[in-house]
Nanobody, 127 residues
Framework: QVLLSESGGGLGQAGDSLRLSCAASGRTFSSCALGWFRQAAGKEREFVAAISRTSGYTAYADSAKGRFTISRDNARNKLYLQMNSLKSEDTAIYFC????????????????????WGQGTQVTVSA
């Protein structure tokens, strides 16, 4: 089983950029479909972006389209989320997630599809 650990969160102002990273341990990273989710205070966890095993397919929440880019480096066991043009409503704890042994082209929007989660990293954006 892979283990996930996020980093790169922090404080920013509206319009800033941040890059989140998710480091994975384990030998099965390249067989995982991966995703980013976020949870704001008092709200349910919501989908942000997802990427297939070989990066051929991606999916984004409407709130992330055009501003966020998900990518992965299977050689380094890393997942990334580049966030540009940040808004105050992007403030949340961001989680990376893995769906192990996924079909090659699968991208998943539902948190129920993911069996492995990181501990989360806080992103705070001031207006």
């Amino acid at each position: 089983q892979v283990l996930l650990s996020e980093s790169g969160g922090g404080l920013g102002q509206a319009g800033d950029s941040l890059r989140l990273s998710c480091a994975a341990s384990g030998r099965t990273f390249s067989s995982c479909a991966l995703g980013w989710f976020r949870q704001a205070a008092g709200k349910e966890r919501e989908f942000v972006a997802a990427i297939s095993r070989t990066s051929g397919y991606t999916a984004y929440a409407d709130s992330a389209k055009g501003r966020f880019t998900i990518s992965r480096d299977n050689a380094r066991n890393k997942l990334y989320l580049q966030m540009n043009s940040l808004k105050s409503e992007d403030t949340a704890i961001y989680f990376c997630a893995a769906a192990e042994v996924a079909p090659l082209f699968a991208v998943y929007r539902s948190p129920d599809q993911y069996g492995v989660w990181g501990q989360g990293t806080q992103v705070t954006v001031s207006a």
